[in-house]
């Protein structure tokens, strides 16, 4: 079932999410849903705050090359839990977005590979290097789990550039 999104100006989306203790029927429930709501809204990663759940659950569509070379969206995957560590220095740069923010679409940089460590929704360990597109995802969900928005990652000026348009988002979707 699709849920609601909760957008900018709530304040669910400033929190710090909870580790997830056991992956039960509420879980499994959650994860099905937010990979729902996320292909409703043709986004690529939801984390679950922004259906207002406050657990440490990510969904991703990663990108994959299929046989003709062709980029698509792959098969969702689900991070429980996650924990990211050894960014590299060299960074990238690619534009952003975020379901709970629409309209706004920035460049972020952030570091170019990172180190994954996570649990499926079998419960199976995770332990993967990202890197591409598919890091970037990993890294703009994982900070929704510590309350941090990709907008925050802008610089200073870029950031009071799209001020006016994120007090807009506020009242439009916060009534
Ligand atoms: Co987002």
Redesign the pocket.
Same mark, same amino acid.
């Given at each position: 079932m699709k849920r609601p999104l909760v957008y900018y100006g709530n304040p669910l989306l400033r929190k710090k999410s909870v580790k997830v203790e056991k992956i039960n029927d509420e879980i499994k429930t959650l994860v099905k849903d937010m990979i729902e709501t996320m292909d409703a809204n043709n986004g690529v990663?939801l984390?679950a705050i922004?259906v207002g759940e406050p657990w440490r659950v990510i969904v991703i569509r990663p990108e994959i090359e299929n046989e003709s070379g062709k980029i698509m969206l792959g098969e969702p995957e689900v991070y429980i839990n996650p924990v990211l560590s050894n960014p590299s220095s060299e960074t990238n740069i690619f534009s952003e977005g975020? +379901?709970?923010?629409p309209g706004i679409h920035r460049e972020v940089e952030r570091p170019k590979s990172i180190h994954v460590e996570a649990m499926d929704l079998e419960g199976n360990k995770i332990s993967e290097d990202f890197e591409g597109f598919k890091a970037v995802e990993i890294m703009?969900?994982n900070d929704?789990l510590n309350g941090v +928005?990709?907008v925050d990652r802008l610089s200073k000026e870029n950031r009071k550039k799209i001020e006016p348009y994120l007090k807009e988002i506020k009242k439009k979707y916060n009534k």
């Open positions: 990663g984390a922004q975020c +379901l709970s923010i703009h969900e929704h +928005l990709f």
